[in-house]
DNA sequence: ATGTTTATTATTTTT
DNA sequence: TAATAAACAT
């Protein structure tokens, strides 16, 4: 391996740094994916290290799998052995292996945000707490909060200073009751437990440690405490800890994850060897100058400069649109221009947004212009209702003390079990401290045994004792098949099918979706019986990226700002560049918040490698409510000599009439009026954002101005009631005013 | 007990 | 707007 030939000199110490602790601080598109494969690589056939004793934590499931097949590349080979996963992933099976030790059931189940709300929920009513007043969602949340910091119900009473600390203390405790009753965990858990396992156990923890001589972090700025506790602990032992992240690129503050755990390593791990990388091998000179900029107006950030030695390019293209719609539009047309003009791929275009909702706009034009694309992420595979009930099944046939999942199809397809019966029977098991499960177990035996009987009807007792058959049947069936037919068998004999298909009119879409969790289910076909069913729900809980579902090749991708972390495209468009929106609304009172969305802005930014698209809306329609916002202060941080007006004339039309408008655009017509486009003429008389004055409509903001024929089109936003006019430059009774 | 209609309400990011 | 809960009718 001639690593001088494949990287540059701090990459190459970077990678040869293997003994002793080791902070990368990577810049984006400074190859430090490349660090971290020829790294274990270099561990593996220089220094003669035995892949299972390497653990490497990703981000995403994603990024574990992708590095997997760059190392394999490299060394020529599948590397089995070695761990490579999510902090979660690596977790969850730590204590599986140890389950015994850390006081679990080996067949945990793992709980989803959904099914943790549904906690929350059942919590919030035990505790007598009116769910109104409360969301269960920001309890939740709370909670979330206090677990990936390590604490426990007993130390959060400690810490509560007002009422909703109050409240989230009484449904703590009571939340981690229905877990360990339903043997599930939640995602916190598996890390909080694995921290709590190895510090607790000396010989759990000397069997671990001995093992992982080396330990890698990845987004290691990203990570939370309990997650930077758990890899201290694993690697405390030989203390080849290779941690790698950018203060600059930290977005998921609201997730617990702190930078501080950047400092914290190198108090922790005194004369740690810190490796800058800055040299840029991904954009152009103009994105990473304009990113440079708008990130150097953060206070709290380390001194670095990202530099590279790329040409320059062309300049980053700012665009004002009317509304989202127009934004749409707009970038659709540039996707086509691109593909058809300049050579690129639909595959190499991106667009970025701040949240999911943004989406729907640009979908609708990708749909309407017939152009590919794909959505990653925004209603999620796995968060389908029929996807979850078919999966609560499974879970509940694993599992039958989830109570969760028991709850979710006890009555669907319905079997008349009605919300009375069950409040009944979830009082009588609550007054036992059984779940649901063993109390619908307990009905059936004999008087002297069940005790003083829950007052419920003959029918729901019957409905009941069916639904326990029903379970018991799936149960043996499960032991006996595999995962794909237990799904075959749940469709069939739960009725399942048929209620899908009688119940809505996209019946049959939702089977298909089954059937597609079918297939994922196939890859689990090798194992038999439970271990099958175990290994589709493990990667189901974990594997909430749902890259992998039907992703098209050569298309488009939608994608949020998060989303895209680690991602990079030849071309991409950041749509929504709007005060309240990127920056957030929610972000405008907290600086450090703040601070974050400017990151956010960062990371978008430098996913570009040749083109970067800076678009905004001038109104949005919000949740049915328009709104008039102004440009994003990042827009103002972008140094004006890098950007750019497009270069074409853009098709709009006056109005807010934006079906018309896509109709009279579809097909053939708006690639006549693409063709009929001019060249251009003079540079425009105004920019966005410039005051104007006009004879009859008064004054207003200009939204765009650009060359149409030997004239010029200006677009103004007039206050009042003339709303926004298009106006030919030359006719238009216009003049600036000054603000 | 279940399906239908109306009212309400909350809108960021996700392993 | 859209998803969900509550109220209502069957």
Sequence with gaps: MELSTLLNPSQIEAVQAVDGPVLVVAGPGSGKTRV?????????RTCGVRPSRIMAVTFTNKAAREMRDRIDQVLGGAQQNLTMGTFHAIGARLLRTYADSAGLDPNFVIYDADDQTQVVKRSLEDAGVDHKKFSPNAVKHAISAAKSQMVTPAEFAGRKSNYFDEIVHRVYDRYEAVLEQSHALDFDDLIVRVVRLLEGNAEVRERVQDRYVHVLVDEFQDTNAAQYRMARLIAEK???????????QAIYSWRQADVANILNFEKDFPGARVIHLEQNYRSTGTIIKAADKVIAVNRNRPQRKLWTENSDGLPII???????QDEALFIVNEVDRLVKREGFKHGDCAVLYRTNAQSRAVEEAFVRYGLPYHLVGATRFYERREVKDVLAYLRVTYNPYDDVNLLRIVNVPSRGIGQKSLDELARWANRRSLPLYAAIQLLGEPPEQRGEGPDLGQRAEKALAGFLELIRGLEAEAKGSNAADLIKRVLAETGYRDYLLASDDDGEDRLENVMELRTVAEEFSHLRGMDSLAALLEQVALVADSD???EKPNSTTLITLHQAKGLEYPVVFIAGMEEGLLPHARSMEDAAQMEEERRLCYVGMTRAQQRLYLVRAYRRAAMGMRSANEPSRFLRDVPPELTALPQRKRVQAAGFQPEMRMAAMSGAAARDREAASVAPAGPPAYKAGERVKHGTFGEGVVITC???????????AFR????????LLSFAPLERVQA
């Design 36 to 44: 971290i494969v020829y790294r274990i690589a270099y561990l593996v």
């Design 238 to 248: 030989h203390r080849n800890l290779c941690v790698v992240g950018d203060p600059d």
């Design 318 to 324: 700012v665009h004002d649109a009317l509304n989202e």
């Design 548 to 550: 992998n579902v039907g």
């Design 706 to 716: 650009h060359p149409s024929g030997s004239d010029q089109e200006v677009t103004v």
């Design 720 to 727: 009042g009631t003339a709303g926004v006019k298009k106006l």
